[in-house]
């Protein structure tokens, strides 16, 4: 009450002595406004690089953050269990504002991975532990960041950990941040080696594989495990090896790696054609070796169920019978892949080759040929000038290529075995037109000289009409060494 009145009789006297003295030179004008440029100087000073985001801001959210998991710990012995809304609020701005390089350079200047990683070792909440991995996945995206967060062998260790996590919304990101880790050359080896020095790494991404149903989750894990392939030999090899250990939540139950990627590519073939294409190309890496191949064909190995499974995927979801030639080029990235493992497991077992898929093959080199011949012509620009483009685009198409390779392959060696009674339920195929027989046997030659011929031959037995047209179009005899110059 004395401060009130006080501060009221301050106010009165100023008054009086204002109005006692009309002429004071002093109350004549109004107070002199700040510098010009002053406040813009002090927001430039304030904000974090060439952005609008305030450091001062960025600096409260995670001191405030700090001192809730502080408090938290003091007080109930534990870590943190619940984010108010408020601060989760906040954390996600820094989440999205980590996306912006100069921010994720202010932040590893200002020590924030360690202080995340505090963080997230004390946390007992998924959400609060979700929003820290986000925002140093965020940061990993800018080189230099990647670098410094690589180099944190803490962090790296607790980040592999966190593989084995139970919340899918933490998983997913830690999976992304390791993929971007991983898909960087110069820090990629150290990453390689945690995780084959951790030996839970891959139960742990067996486990998600066979038991999420988390699309976008089996979508990262399948790009992590498909990278750490493509990049490490041997870890891939140890993992192909790889027992049960104690620490394995399932043990008893254990799967090995290729039968996890298996059941999560069975998942997939509904759900999403791109995380579909990543986990079959991670299969057929795994045929590039050895042990690779025998865990696929051994007794209890996968292959004869992936057989099955890649014929259903063949025959009844890609190139299909009316489908466009340019459907190829849509499909390529999961028809390689598919054919390429069809190849090397008809190579190791002894499986039955079904109608569908000699159907599939044909129509393939087929679609290929039509491609081929559609390809701009006459209206425009020399023929020189035509090929040379045409060449570029091939040697562009790499992956049409192998598909193309791998397809002819496939056939060559299924048409040398194939019964008399299999080619004529063949001829029988209403959609197998006399132009798709012969623009897939051209595609064959010269190459395949003998399994052109045993086709030839077997179907001048069940049909002469067909056999005499494919003699014809591809200058070939039913007889080895007979063949007419093309």
């Known amino acids: 009450m004395d401060r009130k009145e006080s501060c009221t009789e301050e106010v009165d006297d100023d008054e009086s002595s204002s109005s006692s003295h009309p002429d004071s030179p002093e109350m004549d004008r109004n107070p002199s406004p700040p510098p010009e440029g002053a406040e813009e100087s002090v927001e430039e000073a304030d904000a974090i690089g060439n952005t609008v985001y305030s450091k001062h801001w960025l600096?409260?959210?995670?001191?405030?953050?700090?001192?809730?998991?502080?408090?938290q710990e003091s007080e109930q012995g534990e870590g943190l269990e619940e984010l108010s809304e408020e601060l989760e609020d906040e954390l996600c701005k820094v989440w999205d504002m980590a996306m912006d390089k100069d921010v994720a350079g202010f932040l590893q200047e200002f020590k924030a991975p360690d202080i995340l990683l505090g963080v997230i070792a004390k946390s007992h909440c998924p959400r609060l532990t979700e929003i820290c991995v986000g925002i140093l996945g965020n940061m990993s995206c800018f080189h230099d960041a990647c670098v410094s967060l690589s180099q944190n062998a803490d962090l790296g260790a607790v980040l592999i950990l966190l593989l084995g996590d139970s919340d899918p919304p933490t998983l997913l990101e830690t999976c992304r941040l390791l993929v971007t880790c991983v898909s960087q050359p110069d820090v990629?080896?150290?990453?390689?080696?945690?995780?084959?020095q951790q030996t839970a790494t891959c139960s742990n991404l067996c486990f998600i594989m066979r038991s999420s149903t988390n699309v976008e989750l089996l979508m990262k894990v399948g790009e992590l495990?498909?990278?750490?392939?493509?990049e490490d030999e041997g870890l891939m090899k140890s993992w192909l090896s790889e027992?049960?250990?104690?620490?394995?939540?399932?043990?008893?139950?254990?799967?090995?790696i290729t039968s996890s990627l298996l059941e999560a590519t069975i998942q997939l073939r509904k759900e999403s054609?791109?995380?579909?294409?990543?986990y079959l190309h991670a299969l057929q890496?795994?045929?590039?070796?050895?042990?690779?191949v025998?865990?696929?064909?051994?007794?209890?190995?996968?292959?004869?169920?992936l057989w099955r499974f890649l014929c259903e995927v063949v025959c009844e979801d890609l190139c299909q019978p009316g489908d466009p030639p340019?459907?190829?080029q849509e499909q390529k990235a999961l028809l390689a892949p598919a054919i390429a493992l069809l190849s090397v497991l008809h190579s190791s077992l002894q499986t039955d080759i079904g109608l569908s898929l000699v159907c599939s093959l044909l129509r393939i080199l087929y679609l290929h040929t039509e491609n081929q011949q559609s390809l701009p012509n006459g209206e425009q620009g020399s023929r020189d000038e035509q090929k040379e483009g045409v060449r570029d685009e091939e040697d562009k198409d790499v992956q049409l290529q192998v598909l193309v390779e791998m397809a002819v392959e496939l056939l060559s060696t299924i048409l040398t075995d194939l019964p008399k009674d299999t080619v004529s339920e063949l001829v029988k195929q209403d959609d197998l037109t006399e132009k798709m027989w012969t623009s897939a046997l051209k595609t064959l030659l010269p190459q395949n000289i003998t399994a052109a011929q045993h086709l030839v031959s077997t179907l001048s037995e069940v049909e002469p009409k067909l056999a005499d047209i494919l003699k014809r179009e591809c200058s070939i005899s039913s007889e080895p060494d007979q063949t007419r110059p093309g």
């Not at 495990?225 to 493509?230: A, P, Q, R, T, Y």
């Not at 890496?285 to 690779?292: F, Q, R, S």
């Open 225 to 230: 495990v498909d990278k750490l392939f493509d």
């Open 294 to 305: 025998q865990s696929l064909v051994s007794d209890g190995g996968c292959g004869e169920a």
């Open 273 to 278: 054609p791109e995380a579909l294409e990543v």
């Open 243 to 256: 027992l049960p250990s104690e620490s394995d939540r399932d043990k008893d139950t254990h799967q090995d």
């Open 188 to 196: 990629a080896p150290m990453w390689m080696e945690r995780m084959q």
């Open 326 to 328: 340019l459907i190829l």
């Open 285 to 292: 890496l795994l045929t590039t070796v050895h042990e690779g």
């Open 59 to 71: 600096f409260s959210t995670l001191t405030r953050l700090i001192e809730m998991v502080t408090e």
